[in-house]
């Protein structure tokens, strides 16, 4: 029977003052699906490692699934599937995992019929699969663990993707203390309602990092990592974020915020030096704390999701 194996990576999303609007890929870290054309019209979760047992096999509860059909719907197409899904990512840790399992389920589903869409076309399936997943059908996790690099969503309706550049030297740490968050509770956290001045702040900050990302100035990258919309509500949430923060601006860091929900932060550096430092620094901290951490260093991964064999 035909099979097909893709890679999904980890994603960041919202870039601190990017809600919802802005994510990017992180290398080697992610999700692995292997799709089998069947003689069916099902769809059907076949096996799943990597998730202590956690998650569904029910096809509409499982975001490779619900991707997938997404997809076989647009095309009036009832072919069967066999999905095999191996959690290369943490749940609920604000690493993008269920983007990651529809992305990598969407680019292995996409090749075995013979690639009818782009990656980028197939980010409104994945959307779909994060409906499902958070309650919610953003796009910042979706769209660069399928499409690489830092993507902005410049609107919703109709979906306006537009890739940016990535600065040369321009690193990440991600620190994961072991910590459930779920995405859906922490998006009940924040205000439904922002201030004008906020929104002025907010609106500052995106347009200050979009430019810096363009112009490779990472100072402007520096002084625009501030969200004033999602981090005071979200930020209780995470031990030790605070201490953090402080401490890896002495080291010379750029910034640092809460990977899409968290409780994962991300700290960006102009090195990979000043990176492995902050993941020290970081590593202390939760120490003091009685928190395991887990550090990843990582490049902005340009090239996003793709088919292993
Ligand atoms: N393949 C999957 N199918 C269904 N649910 C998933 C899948 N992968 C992760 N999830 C769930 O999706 C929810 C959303 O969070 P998740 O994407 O894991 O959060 P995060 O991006 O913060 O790690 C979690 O409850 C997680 O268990
Ligand atoms: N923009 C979303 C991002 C959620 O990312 P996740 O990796 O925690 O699923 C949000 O802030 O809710």
Same mark, same amino acid.
């Given at each position: ?70 997809? /076989? ?6 072919? +069967?599937?066999?999905?095999? @899904?191996?959690? !290369? %990512?943490? #749940? ?52 660069p663990s399928l499409m690489g690099g830092f993507v902005l969503i410049r609107d919703y309706n109709p979906l306006d993707l537009i890739k940016l550049p990535v600065p040369l030297g321009l690193h990440c740490t991600l620190l994961h ?18 201030? /004008? ?6 609106? +500052?900050?995106?347009?200050? @990092?979009?430019? !810096? %990302?363009? #112009? ?94």
């Amino acid at each position: 029977m035909k099979k097909i194996t893709a890679f999904a990576p980890a994603t960041v999303a919202n870039v601190s003052c990017g809600f919802d609007i802005l994510g990017f890929a992180i290398d080697q870290l992610g999700d692995r699906v292997t799709v089998a054309l069947n003689d069916t019209q099902e769809l059907k979760l076949a096996d799943i490692q990597g998730d202590g047992g956690k998650l569904p096999f029910e096809a509409k509860k499982n975001t490779c699934s619900v991707a997938i059909r997404a997809m /076989l719907d647009h095309l009036g197409s009832d072919q +069967g599937m066999d999905i095999y @899904l191996e959690k !290369g %990512l943490p #749940l609920g840790s604000g690493m993008g995992s269920s983007a990651a399992s529809a992305a990598a389920a969407l680019v292995a589903a996409n090749t075995l019929l013979g690639t009818p869409f782009s990656k980028e076309e197939l980010v409104p399936f994945a959307m779909e699969a994060e409906k499902i997943a958070c309650g919610a059908g953003h796009a910042d996790n979706v769209a660069p663990s399928l499409m690489g690099g830092f993507v902005l969503i410049r609107d919703y309706n109709p979906l306006d993707l537009i890739k940016l550049p990535v600065p040369l030297g321009l690193h990440c740490t991600l620190l994961h203390p072991h910590l459930e968050l779920n995405t859906a509770d922490s998006r009940s956290v924040l205000k439904k309602q922002i201030s /004008l001045k906020d929104s002025t702040v907010q609106s +500052g900050n995106i347009a200050g @990092l979009i430019a !810096g %990302l363009f #112009l490779q100035d990472f100072q402007l990258i520096s002084r625009s990592l501030k969200d004033v919309i999602a981090e005071p509500s979200r930020a209780l949430l995470i031990p030790g974020f605070y201490e953090l923060r402080e401490s890896i601006q002495s080291i010379g860091a750029l910034g640092s915020g809460i990977s899409g929900s968290g409780p994962t932060i991300f700290v960006l550096s102009p090195d990979k030096e000043i990176a492995i430092m902050a993941g020290k620094v970081s590593e202390q901290i939760f120490e003091k704390m009685g928190l395991d951490v887990d550090v990843y260093i990582s490049e902005v991964n340009d090239k996003g999701a793709y088919v292993l064999e």
